[in-house]
């Protein structure tokens, strides 16, 4: 991988690093090729490496008691994946699948424990960044259990990463409309519906299936918290 192109560039987690150091850091990183629905890793399995997403989606979903498949989180470039095993030594109790061909930066835990000793600011923002998670996660719960679906689909576009342009945030949607659904706990066509509402609203803007531009971010934040 070139280095003007290397992973660790688009990760918060080494981003304090100047760019000399995170050159230094991409040679411990080995790149992986994960085909469109492989399994990444399992539940109980042994995962010792965390996983630097650079390109393509990976979704990490958990099996609910009835077996029905509850989506966590899906993620992107620059996301990471077994940050949380690496800081507890706990094996995993979800599933990640790549939705489309993935490439990866993997960083041995062996490795990456002796690039923590050298750059202890690479563990405070693993923190940060599973807190940050953690209060996405809380928002979404929040906006569930007000059995309010506008709450619910406002929560999750604010939550999407995105780019800004003209003062503007555009989001993609990671996901066919038929598993967000599931993950907000409704249906594709209430979730069609809403969307198709907060569009009337003047609150974003549709574009295709996947591409939804946030017009006022500042009502989808009023939208989505729970009265």
Do not use: W
């Not at 094996?91 to 790549?98: G, I, L, Q, S």
């Not at 693993?126 to 679906?149: C, G, K, Y």
């Amino acid at each position: 991988m070139a280095e003007d192109d290397v992973c660790v560039t688009r990760v918060p987690i080494f981003q304090g690093l100047t760019r000399e150091e995170q050159v230094r850091v991409a040679r411990f990183a080995r790149p992986a090729l994960v085909k469109k629905g492989e399994v990444v890793y399992a539940p109980a399995q042994s995962v010792s490496r965390l996983l630097v997403m650079h390109s393509g989606q990976v979704k990490v979903s958990h099996a609910a008691a009835n077996g029905q498949e509850q989506i966590l989180r899906t993620a992107t470039a620059g996301d990471v994946l077994g940050e949380r095993e690496f800081l507890t030594g706990h094996r995993p109790n979800d599933r990640a699948v790549a939705l489309e061909d993935s490439r990866m930066c993997v960083f041995d835990h062996a490795d990456l424990a002796a690039l923590l000793r050298d750059y202890p600011d690479i563990s405070q923002r693993m923190l940060r960044t599973l807190s940050d998670r953690l209060s996405s996660v809380e928002r979404l719960l929040a906006a569930i259990t007000s059995s309010d679906v506008n709450a619910r689909v406002a929560a999750y576009l604010l939550d999407r990463p995105g780019s800004i342009r003209d003062g503007a945030v555009t989001v993609r949607l990671p996901m066919a409309k038929q598993e967000i659904a599931a993950y907000l706990g409704t249906t594709p066509e209430t979730l069609s519906r809403r969307l198709a509402a907060l569009s009337a609203a003047g609150l974003i803007e549709l574009h295709g299936r996947r591409d939804v531009t946030i017009i006022d971010i500042d009502a989808l934040e009023e939208v989505a918290t729970p009265r």
